[in-house]
């Protein structure tokens, strides 16, 4: 039902973002997993029957759990635990609600009277800190607030004065005035507002402006936002601050009074958050020149469309010219810097010999962000487009050399100085070979890396390896140059293990 009524409000909606957003939280809502987690009793298939219930297929998945895409099976607890899981809403009874820990639960919803240390750890399963999560929610169907004051006197002392005579101590109670909850959220509200008026932007303008001159007003707040890593950081706290104000309101009917102030914060803060989800880099270059093209004052006249760009074919100078124009330089360079950040978190993990390029890019940032002017980001936006360029050469290097990227990593690993062109081709056969070797190993020992003794195994079978006259290293390689070796590339094991970079099929 619920979705059908977002679907009718969704016709009737005329602003862009605005249709972008419903459209993704019925897709969310949509493919949503919804599954009952009961305990198991004797004749419980008879009992429900009675009622006009079928039980079975519930106990089938609490037993079986989910079908993966591969084929596999999951199990419900695992599933529920997993943020990306389409299975995200649970109707539990008599089960989960001690001793399940699970850190993404934001909502909680109670109608069993609970008591005493159960309630304390029923409603803690809401309250686990995670990332992105700054409290949880529990609603209360049966009115167990008076409960809740009994346990926190008993669990988590009175906090009281304690009034003598034998007298108990006068109860706690964990639920804020309505007047004190909204002076909060108007007080967050208005730390918001004080950021983005440093430059005199006024927030109402994201409420109250419409299309194009919307969207620019978006811009110009993230302009404003993105001027370092630091306002950046500091803005998306505040923004955390209000979003947890707001939901703590949620049943008082005054807080619509703060509702399309809260609707543009969040608009705000979700076009950053979009801005940092762009996975690849030929998207974002896709997405720089849409930005600059909403960025820019239309003058009259047809505007010409501008060109797709893919990284292995990008104009680099062109490039450079339309940043010149845009006035949200201070945007372009934070999204090129993110998508960066997540290319070489990718590419470490893969190998771990190319932290130059990450010790080239945390020096432009350094600069970036110790002297911010005009010259500065410029600077940056060019040091950048050239470490994108060094990063797709470093990529296509597997391709060079013959290798595959895995073994790429261990080629790396087994290099030294002073090699002579037949000692490097050598070298280049050991990590081709050392990496089908390993791959098959780990295929046969599930989770090597879960057991000291499963550990050491795949270490002496790296050293064998690199110790044999037919498969190992050239004589140039002393003892301890193998010894270090084995070393190194054991620890890149456990590292590409941890990420599951490597694959655990034959």
Known sequence: ?????????????????????????????????????????????????????????????????????????????????????????????????????????????????????????????????????????????????????????????????????????????????????????????????????????????????????????????????????????RFQIICREVFKKFKACLTIKAVNDFRAAYDAINIIYKSLQQDVEKADISELMRELHALIEQSIEPNKGVKEQSKLYDISQIDFERLRKEFERSPAKNTTVQSLKEIIERKLLKMLMQNPTRTDFQKHYEAIIDEYNNEKDRVTIEATFEALIKLVDALSEEEQRAVKEGLSEDALALFDLLLKPDLSKAEIDRIKKVADGLYETIKIELSRIQNFAAKQSTRDEIKIKIKDYLWNEETGLPESFAPEDVEEKTELVFKHLLIANKNSIYSASP
């Open 1 to 233: 039902m619920k979705i059908a009524e977002l679907e009718k409000q969704l016709c009737s909606l005329a602003d862009e973002q605005a249709i972008m957003d419903m459209t993704r939280k019925l897709d969310w809502m949509r493919e949503t997993i919804m599954a009952v987690v009961v305990s198991e009793e004797q004749g419980e298939v008879d009992k429900f029957r009675k009622w006009g219930l079928d039980i079975t297929p519930h106990r089938k998945l609490i037993k079986e759990g989910f079908e993966t895409p591969d084929g596999k099976r999951i199990d419900i607890e695992s599933a529920f635990k997993k943020g990306e899981h389409p299975f995200r809403v649970a109707i539990v009874c008599a089960m989960w609600l001690t001793g399940f820990d699970v850190p993404t639960l934001s909502s909680l919803y109670l109608d069993k009277p609970l008591k005493a240390h159960t309630l304390m750890q029923a409603i803690a399963r809401a309250n686990r800190v995670s990332e992105g999560k700054n409290n949880g929610l529990i609603v209360d169907y049966c009115g167990i607030l008076k409960n809740l004051r009994k346990a926190l006197a008993t669990f988590a002392g009175h906090g009281g004065v304690d009034v003598g005579d034998g007298q108990p101590p006068p109860e706690v109670d964990p639920v804020k005035p309505e007047e004190e909850l909204l002076a909060d959220l108007a007080e967050t509200i208005e730390a918001v507002r004080a950021f983005l008026s440093t430059q005199s932007f006024r927030l109402v303008s994201v409420s109250e402006l419409r299309g194009f001159e919307r969207n620019k007003a978006i811009m110009d707040a993230k302009e404003i936002v993105n001027q370092n890593d630091e306002t950046r950081k």
